[in-house]
C-alpha cells in the first residue's frame, strides 16, 4: 500500500558486522515509518544499533537484507554514485562529535556540501547564492560573527550550530542527528535541542538518536531499538 506521507522506511532491515570468526547481529529484522515533517527520536542502549540503523537509513551505509527507501525509491537498487548523490541532495547529518575540518574556517565547512555537489563550473555559477545561503543559516545560529573563526576556536555549542548550518546547506528534505548533544553540558544541550525543535516548527523532517530518556522527550515520537527490532514508545 502507498503512503503518500512516508519519507523513510525501512522493512525487514538485518544488518551484522564480522568480528574475527562470528557475525555480530546488529539489527535483526527492524522495521521502521518515517512521515514527512515528524521529528522522530530513536532511543537504546549504547550499543543497540542505534547509529547503524540512522546510518542506513540516510544511506551512508547498506543494510544486509530488507528494503530501506526514500518516498518509494528503494535504494538497495541504486549505484554508489546514485547514493552518494542521493545523500548529498536529500539527507542532512549532525554527528556526536561535529566532524567539522578543522583546516577550513566555519563559512567554508557549512559550504561544503554544496560544493561537493557542484562542478567546478557550477561552483563558479552557484557560489554567490550558496555563500548567501550559508551566511543566513550562521547568522539564524547567532554565528554571523563567527564565519571567519576556525571550529577550534568555537565552543561545543557553537561547534554544533556550525554542523547543523552544514547539514541544513542543500535544503535537505531528512536531518538525521546522531547524539547531537551527546559531547555538551545540559544547557548547551538544550540549546541544540532548541533548534532541532524550531526547524521541525517549520516543517523540517527530523531524526534524532540518542541514548537519554530525557533528550527523546524532546521528540514527539519516540522509538526504541530492542533486540534489533524497533519499538514503538510515545507519541506527545
Ligand atoms: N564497523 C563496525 N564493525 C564491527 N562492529 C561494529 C561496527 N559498527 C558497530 N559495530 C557494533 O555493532 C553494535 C551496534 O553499534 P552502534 O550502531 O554503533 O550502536 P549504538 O549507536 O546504539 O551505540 C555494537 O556492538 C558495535 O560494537
Ligand atoms: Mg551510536
Known amino acids: 500500500m502507498s503512503d503518500t506521507n512516508t519519507i523513510l522506511k525501512a522493512e525487514g532491515v538485518f544488518k551484522s558486522y564480522r568480528m ?43 543494510p544486509d537484507s530488507g528494503i530501506v527507501s526514500y518516498k518509494e525509491r528503494d535504494l538497495n537498487r541504486e549505484s554508489t554514485g546514485r547514493l552518494n548523490r542521493f545523500r548529498n541532495e536529500t539527507i542532512g547529518f549532525v554527528f556526536q562529535f561535529y566532524h567539522l575540518l578543522d583546516e577550513l574556517n566555519v563559512l567554508e565547512n557549512v559550504l561544503l556540501p554544496k560544493m561537493a555537489g557542484c562542478s567546478a563550473f557550477g561552483w563558479l555559477v ?82 534524532m538518536v540518542t541514548h537519554d530518556d530525557k533528550v527523546a522527550e524532546w521528540a514527539g515520537r519516540v522509538i526504541k531499538l530492542v533486540d534489533g527490532m524497533v519499538e514503538e514508545q510515545a507519541w506527545t
Not at 552544514?166 to 532548541?194: C, F, H, K, Q
Request: charged share 25%; glycine share 14%; hydrophobic share 35%.
Open 20 to 62: 574475527g570468526q562470528s557475525d555480530v547481529k546488529v539489527l535483526k529484522g527492524a522495521n521502521l515509518s518515517i512521515e514527512q515533517g515528524q521529528f522522530v527520536g530513536i532511543i537504546g542502549a549504547s550499543g543497540s544499533g542505534k547509529s547503524t540503523l540512522l546510518h542506513i537509513l540516510g544511506a551512508l551505509d547498506r
Open 126 to 207: 552557484c557560489r554567490s547564492a550558496a555563500k548567501k545561503r550559508a551566511k543566513g543559516l550562521l547568522e539564524e545560529f547567532g554565528l554571523g560573527e563567527r564565519i571567519g573563526h576556525k571550529p577550534y576556536q568555537l565552543s561545543g555549542g557553537e561547534r554544533q550550530r556550525v554542523a547543523i548550518a552544514r547539514a541544513l546547506m542543500n535544503e535537505p528534505e531528512v536531518l538525521l542527528a546522531d547524539e547531537p548533544t551527546g559531547n555538551l553540558d545540559s544547557e548547551t544541550g538544550n540549546g541544540i535541542l532548541e533548534v532541532l525543535r524550531r526547524l521541525h516548527d517549520t516543517g523540517q523532517t527530523v531524526v
